[in-house]
């Protein structure tokens, strides 16, 4: 019997508790070049949302299945990157190469630990955050860039070498001076990896301690929290940047947990889990909360991990199973689904997290844990098969994995 809550309550007060006692980080671009870095790296059937308990089954790919899947020559291929030992690795997936990307020296304090990590579209270069500091590693001059002058790394924006990155005033006040908090405010800017000096401000997000949660790809919606200083987050609030405008959802539907479709025009959203377990449907609606329907239902099951597949044909997601005392989980499995709530067809049970998707959207990567060690799997959509990959991952960072294209 696998239960998190605990782990998940102590993960989240952490990682509060860390980002009240972060520096404070100056709002302006620096005049001065970064200097680089050298590294050396070393060795289905059609099915209809119900709100009937659905048994666990096994992925049947039908034709109609895949062909909604468009074959792809990376079949199978691409580079994966993880967080093991507290650094940033790369899995080569065609040559099981294990390539250690970040040498950055670091101790045991748990924000070490946590940073995300995001190929460029191309498959260049690789950003990613460890502690304070972001990163951005390119394969091919192979050197590793250190942008914290310019802000927190945080997605990639289009296809090109452009991304989102976070500035601002992040630290938390004295406890006798709580009412500051109301000043704290950060800066989501746009940059590009080839010209740096040049930025562009999105938005500015002020009204005390918040975190952004994730950008729609073409910089126009967001999903930020509100946070206490020195105390829990609350679920995270639909923002359009260009007013600052916070997005209030229909009457009678409760939501926290947002992602965005490749293309910007619609999103999935579900409850926010925090503490015990809280039964929720999963929505897809337009970014402005327009044409809601919802796709996915159980009884005393909660969707997580919710995430488009890069194309936009499917939506992959864990659903958590928990028994009526809300706290205890009886297992976890991944499915996947249509944006019209057709087709949803279960990948995995017993204890299996979905992770991310392949860059063409025709594989993703899933774990699965039988109370030892935690394996990673590779399901392919178009031929139903699971290969088993041999990366591990530090606790609490499998969030982080993601999967691009060689350069």
């Not at 919710?306 to 928990?322: C, H, K, L, Q, Y």
């Not at 899933?366 to 799997?377: A, H, I, T, W, Y």
Request: aromatic share 12%; hydrophobic share 40%; charged share 20%.
């Amino acid at each position: 019997m696998k239960s998190t809550s605990i782990y998940v309550l102590m993960a989240f007060l952490i990682a509060v508790t860390v980002a009240c006692g972060l520096p404070n980080i100056a709002q302006r671009l620096p005049t001065e070049t970064l200097e680089v870095i050298s590294t050396q790296p070393t060795p289905l059937e059609d099915v209809k949302a119900t709100a009937e308990v659905i048994q666990p089954t096994e992925l049947i790919v039908t034709k109609t299945m895949a062909a909604t899947v468009t074959p792809s020559n990376e079949s199978n291929s691409g580079q994966i990157a993880y967080r093991f030992d507290a650094q940033v690795w790369r899995y080569l997936v065609d040559t099981d190469e294990m390539i250690q990307v970040s040498l950055v020296g670091v101790g045991d304090e748990f924000s070490n630990y946590y940073g995300r990590a995001q190929f460029s579209p191309d498959g260049r270069y690789l950003a990613y955050s460890l502690g304070d500091r972001s990163l951005i590693q390119d394969f091919e001059t192979d050197t590793s860039l250190d942008i914290s002058p310019y802000g927190q790394f945080f997605a990639w924006q289009g296809a090109g070498t452009q991304f989102y990155a976070v500035q601002g005033e992040m630290e938390c006040p004295a406890i006798e001076d709580l009412d500051d908090q109301e000043l704290l405010n950060f800066d989501i800017m746009r940059l590009d990896v080839q010209e740096l000096s040049n930025a562009t401000l999105i938005a500015n997000i002020g009204g005390g301690l918040r975190f952004i949660q994730a950008i729609s790809p073409n910089g126009e919606w967001a999903s930020i929290n509100s946070c206490g200083c020195y105390s829990e987050c609350g679920p995270a609030s639909l923002w359009h940047l260009p007013t600052l405008s916070v997005i209030t959802p229909p009457a009678g539907v409760d939501v926290g947990s947002f992602d965005f479709s490749p293309d910007s025009q619609q999103m999935a959203v579900a409850r926010q889990q925090m503490f015990g377990y809280v039964e929720s449907a999963l929505f897809v609606t337009n970014t402005d909360y327009s044409e809601l329907i919802e796709v996915f239902s159980a009884a005393n099951t909660a969707p997580l991990d919710v995430r488009w597949s890069p194309d936009g044909e499917w939506i992959a997601f864990t659903t958590m199973s928990f028994a009526d005392d809300e706290f205890t989980e009886t297992d976890r499995c991944v499915r996947l689904i249509k944006s019209d709530g057709s087709q949803e067809s279960v990948v995995e049970c017993a204890f299996a997290e979905f992770a991310t998707w392949s860059p063409d959207g025709t594989q993703l990567i899933f774990s699965q844990n039988d109370g030892g060690l935690e394996q990673f799997f590779i399901f392919d959509l178009i031929t139903g098969t699971k290969t088993a990959i041999p990366i591990q991952v530090d606790p609490y960072t499998k969030s982080y994995i993601d999967w691009g294209r060689l350069p």
